[in-house]
């Protein structure tokens, strides 16, 4: 992994955005795999813009959410998918034969993780994956504890998981559950970026690259991801050294 700081919010959404589109110019056929949260919603904003004012061809593209709430219905504002679709799908107008997202009301969650499973393994495993880093280091809802040989799979957030997330529904919501992309998948992708931003996440930060690699803490796992790089703006490393904890 490597580490790359940013001196602002704005910097470092170009930048990630950038590496999408490189993603996409080499590889019109990519499969992504996105969060949702507030860290990239900028850099999905400029991914599209840049994809429209160059003209470049996305079509060809697949994308895949990361994760999402179990018990939310779609069109709810705060559901994974909405947002993928309101920030993406819809504004790069992505057939749906071309996009699969976790339906957080499906009757069998365990058959959302097997499609996700087979559609990951069909195309080979995932081209480009950007994730943010929960409180508790979670990385989708692979939270605290997770194994990481884990593939799709159905998980009981984390206390700080449900109260954090909150913040992206206007009314109360009752979050116990959720469904992720694995720890293996996401280590498996062949480029991967990690974004934070904001002094809340410095001390997130602090413990991914200062504590010992361990499931406790699943971000600190990205260290041994060979091409991943962690993006960051100033705020977020307030709290490391010349770059280091
Ligand atoms: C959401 C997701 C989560 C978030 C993380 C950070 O799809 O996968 O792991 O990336 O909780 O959320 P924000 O960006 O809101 O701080």
New binding site residues.
């Given amino acids: 992994m490597n580490l790359d700081i940013f001196e602002n919010y704005a910097e470092l959404s170009d930048k990630a955005s950038d590496r999408m589109i490189r993603q996409l110019i080499d590889n019109p056929f990519s499969l992504f795999c996105l ?6 919603r900028l850099t999905y904003e400029m991914f599209v813009d840049k994809v429209k004012t160059r003209g470049i061809d996305s079509s060809g593209m697949f994308l895949i959410g ?2 999402e709430w179990i018990g939310v219905r779609p069109q709810t504002s705060g559901a ?1 998918c909405r947002y993928l679709r309101e920030c993406i799908i819809g504004p790069l107008s992505l057939d749906d034969s071309r996009v699969l997202l976790f339906d957080g009301v499906a009757v069998s969650e365990l058959n959302e993780c097997s499609k996700m499973n087979a559609l990951i393994e069909e195309k080979g495993g995932i081209d480009f994956t950007v ?5 508790n280091g ?4 692979n939270e605290p504890g997770t194994s990481p040989n884990a593939v799709a799979h159905v998980t009981v957030l984390d206390e700080l ?1 449900r109260r ?1 997330g909150q ?1 992206y529904f206007s009314d109360m919501v009752r979050l116990m559950t959720g469904i ?1 992309v694995g720890l293996k998948q996401v280590m498996e992708s062949r480029q991967l970026i990690v974004m934070a931003n904001g002094e809340r ?1 410095a001390p997130v930060i602090k413990r991914m690259l200062g504590e010992k690699i361990n499931e406790r803490f699943p971000a600190s796992l990205i260290r041994n991801h060979p091409t991943a790089m962690l993006m960051i703006d100033r705020e977020a490393a307030r709290l490391l050294e010349n770059g280091v904890v």
């Fill in positions: 969060a949702t949260g507030d860290t990239p990361l994760d994974c994730a943010g880093i929960g409180m979670h990385i989708g809802f998981t954090v913040k992720t996440k």
